[in-house]
């Protein structure tokens, strides 16, 4: 369905195929006929990750399930995971129905279990503008690092293993930043090897902080997380600096679990491609004046090849 990102992402995906040659239902499941689109326990339930936590989001995630369980006939419910695994679990075991992923965790999930995109977030409601990007930044007052060519042996924080913008794609840009290295993912996640040292912040706005407070030297996080950040006032655009821009990544998308049954898929999507509360898009999908588009599987194709390429290393 969008077919023009492709073409962005495959220069990354091109280089690791590339560089892979030389470098290393329990009881708590819902059943899709069990009393419509609530299952057994009459709630549809909707997982979110760590990245949508603060108390405008929380606001703005109920304004979304109020509307949406006037349109299902049924109670719905937000569920905050731990991360991104605990989402994938969440909708393995029907304990979630519908989930808020980015590219990597669906190409996680699809490994596990039947999941299904059904909408994306697109800025402006546009196909076009349906990408982000991974920055890596650095604090703006640290001389020593202004390239991603600067980044060896200084101190890394990723944001989660199942990140996309925080994990996945800067590991292959950075890969691909070094092709003398011959690195792969465990060599960058390792301390001591590439980077001093390398952790995980769990989440990007903790990243961004931790440069900010000059505790790590350099973190990947969204493009558009950075900018609600600072438009948040979270953040001012003095403390840190772009250092890297990674190529265009396919917009998170809402998924549904395999056993929300056709009927439930198709209202979801027609409300969710009409939904227009602006303080949901602002402070949860953290975008201003995004909308849902229309997905399938198709527009996360290269992504998971390139999960599958970096876990192949």
Known sequence: MMKHRKKLLGITLTALMTLSLFGGCGAGEKSADANGPGGEDGVFTIAYAPNESTTESADARNGLAKDLSEVLGCEVEEIQASDYNAIIEALRTGKADMAYMGSQALALGVERTDLEPI?????????????????????????AINSIEDIKGKTMAFVDPDSTSGNLVPTAEIIQAFPDEELNSDIL????????????????????????????DVVPISDQILASEIAHGNASEGDVKIIHESGAIPAEAMVVGEHVNQETRDKLTEFLTSYDNEDYFTDVIKVPGARFIACDMSDYEDIIELNKIINEF
């Open 189 to 216: 996640h390792t301390n001591g090897d590439f980077f001093e040292a390398v952790s995980f912040s769990g989440s990007h706005q903790a990243g961004l902080q931790a440069v900010i407070k000059g505790d790590i």
């Open 119 to 143: 909408v994306m977030k697109a800025e402006d409601g546009d196909p076009e503008k349906a990408v982000y990007h991974s920055v890596l930044i650095a604090s703006s007052d640290n001389d």
